[in-house]
């Protein structure tokens, strides 16, 4: 019957719990929002030990500061600690294990295989450009995550200009997953060494057709300049899935890219470092289930964290505020209402986050982020950014930079035609 399946598809089914950017330790110090990061980086392990993954793939940027502060430090370990150790078996085999030998190998070793520490879920993090190795050893904060047995940092660059990137081999009854990581490395730097054939991927020699192989990386994802990204026609095709750390947009649908034949995934950042549009977007994690060749997603919307609302406003396209007069209070009127449309929208936002059932009873939502776009164009009268915003005070949680005023640019070629 389908009971059957069902068992035969778990056994020889990995499951991979993916996520991105927790940048634990970002704004620790803000009064209103200090905890959001370590809260979102519990959540996402949280969610892991629930739903009895087999692993935690994480893309980079575990850390906003390259030297966390021991608050940091101790919020992501007691998370680690509480969720990631116990006495649940790992049923992931290694087959062979080149790729974390290139620290200090007394303790690279793959946690779960360690006697002298209990694993129950094992988690695999590359390096990000917030948590990159530096300082006297070359140490990340990804090393200090290491020797603790907490978590398997691999993708390790030791040199830029000569990548040479060996799997993880981990196999689940008939499921075998080969898993690449290559930590951030500066975007025009790794597009050269790309360009140059600098970058080699090596490949298990047996049952190759059989393995599903998977690329973690953390750059660019599109070009700021000519080389400061990663082209995805730069990845080689025999890759099945490629997860994108960096970006902090949550794309966690993914693209599938019919020239190089994978699939790639953006999951986003856990926790938005900045008021920017592609923050916006409600944050996710996903678990990937790998059977054979096949995968599935399962994409899961987190509900810690705190509603973001952004909303752009044109004055010049608003009918009740009179142009080129005195419009002050017209202009103020207008925007202390749109507002107040932006925290009840966050507000359902958050509750919809929650989904039938409530993390805490009568839990109220958070103060939510709100930011408003205003481009001023045109003769409109405005008020002091920061005096504007601390009317907000108690109800936003940014309430010294709710709105960005802008004066649209001109363009010159106008004047001479």
């Given at each position: 019957?389908?009971?059957?399946?069902?068992?035969?598809?778990?056994?020889?089914?990995?499951?991979?719990?993916?996520?991105?950017?927790?940048?634990?330790?970002?704004?620790?110090?803000?009064?209103?929002?200090?905890?959001?990061?370590?809260?979102?980086?519990?959540?996402?392990?949280?969610?892991?030990?629930?739903?009895?993954?087999?692993?935690?793939?994480?893309?980079?940027?575990?850390?906003?500061?390259?030297?966390?502060?021991?608050?940091?430090?101790?919020q992501a370990l007691r998370s680690l600690r509480l969720n990631c150790l116990g006495d649940k078996p790992c049923e992931l085999e290694l087959l062979s294990d080149t790729s974390l030998t290139?620290?200090?190998?007394?303790?690279?070793?793959?946690?779960?295989?360690?006697?002298?520490?209990?694993?129950?879920?094992?988690?695999?993090?590359?390096?990000?450009?917030?948590?990159?190795?530096?300082?006297?050893?070359?140490?990340?904060?990804?090393?200090?995550?290491?020797?603790?047995?907490?978590?398997?940092?691999?993708?390790?660059?030791?040199?830029?200009?000569?990548?040479?990137?060996?799997?993880?081999?981990?196999?689940?009854?008939?499921?075998?997953?080969?898993?690449?990581?290559?930590?951030?490395?500066?975007?025009?730097?790794?597009?050269?060494?790309?360009?140059?054939?600098?970058?080699?991927?090596?490949?298990?020699?047996?049952?190759?057709?059989?393995?599903?192989?998977?690329?973690?990386?953390?750059?660019?994802?599109?070009?700021?300049?000519?080389?400061?990204?990663?082209?995805?026609?730069?990845?080689?095709?025999?890759?099945?899935?490629?997860?994108?750390?960096?970006?902090?947009?949550?794309?966690?649908?993914?693209?599938?890219?019919?020239?190089?034949?994978?699939?790639?995934?953006?999951?986003?950042?856990?926790?938005?470092?900045?008021?920017?549009?592609?923050?916006?977007?409600?944050?996710?994690?996903?678990?990937?289930?790998?059977?054979?060749?096949?995968?599935?997603?399962?994409?899961?919307?987190?509900?810690?964290?705190?509603?973001?609302?952004?909303?752009?406003?044109?004055?010049?396209?608003?009918?009740?505020?009179?142009?080129?007069?005195?419009?002050?209070?017209?202009?103020?009127?207008?925007?202390?209402?749109?507002?107040?449309?932006?925290?009840?929208?966050?507000?359902?936002?958050?509750?919809?986050?929650?989904?039938?059932?409530?993390?805490?009873?009568?839990?109220?939502?958070?103060?939510?982020?709100?930011?408003?776009?205003?481009?001023?164009?045109?003769?409109?009268?405005?008020?002091?950014?920061?005096?504007?915003?601390?009317?907000?005070?108690?109800?936003?949680?940014?309430?010294?930079?709710?709105?960005?005023?802008?004066?649209?640019?001109?363009?010159?070629?106008?004047?001479?035609?």
């Amino acid at each position: 019957g389908p009971d059957m399946n069902n068992e035969l598809h778990n056994e020889n089914t990995i499951r991979i719990l993916i996520s991105s950017d927790p940048h634990v330790g970002y704004g620790e110090k803000d009064p209103v929002r200090g905890n959001d990061s370590f809260v979102s980086f519990n959540e996402i392990l949280e969610i892991a030990r629930e739903r009895d993954v087999d692993m935690i793939l994480l893309g980079g940027d575990i850390f906003h500061d390259n030297k966390p502060s021991r608050k940091a430090l101790y919020q992501a370990l007691r998370s680690l600690r509480l969720n990631c150790l116990g006495d649940k078996p790992c049923e992931l085999e290694l087959l062979s294990d080149t790729s974390l030998t290139t620290g200090d190998t007394a303790v690279c070793n793959i946690n779960y295989l360690d006697p002298n520490i209990n694993v129950a879920i094992p988690v695999f993090s590359i390096h990000g450009n917030h948590d990159d190795p530096s300082g006297d050893g070359r140490y990340s904060a990804l090393d200090i995550l290491q020797v603790t047995g907490l978590v398997n940092y691999f993708g390790r660059v030791p040199e830029n200009d000569n990548i040479v990137v060996s799997p993880i081999l981990l196999q689940k009854g008939f499921t075998k997953l080969a898993l690449y990581g290559i930590s951030n490395v500066r975007d025009e730097r790794l597009y050269h060494s790309f360009r140059e054939n600098k970058v080699k991927f090596l490949r298990p020699d047996l049952y190759r057709d059989e393995w599903f192989n998977l690329l973690t990386v953390h750059q660019n994802h599109s070009a700021h300049t000519p080389t400061s990204y990663l082209p995805e026609s730069f990845i080689q095709d025999f890759y099945d899935f490629v997860l994108w750390g960096h970006e902090h947009e949550c794309l966690i649908d993914g693209s599938y890219n019919p020239t190089q034949k994978f699939t790639v995934v953006q999951p986003g950042s856990t926790i938005a470092t900045s008021l920017s549009p592609g923050e916006t977007a409600p944050k996710h994690c996903g678990i990937l289930n790998i059977t054979g060749k096949d995968f599935h997603l399962e994409k899961i919307r987190l509900r810690t964290v705190r509603p973001f609302i952004m909303k752009d406003i044109i004055l010049s396209e608003v009918s009740s505020i009179p142009p080129m007069v005195e419009n002050k209070k017209e202009v103020l009127t207008y925007l202390i209402s749109k507002v107040e449309e932006a925290i009840t929208e966050a507000n359902a936002q958050w509750y919809e986050a929650q989904g039938t059932v409530p993390v805490v009873e009568n839990e109220k939502p958070p103060l939510p982020l709100i930011r408003l776009r205003v481009d001023y164009t045109g003769g409109y009268q405005t008020e002091n950014p920061q005096r504007f915003s601390n009317r907000f005070v108690g109800r936003v949680a940014n309430a010294t930079d709710v709105v960005q005023f802008y004066l649209k640019k001109v363009d010159e070629n106008l004047y001479f035609q």
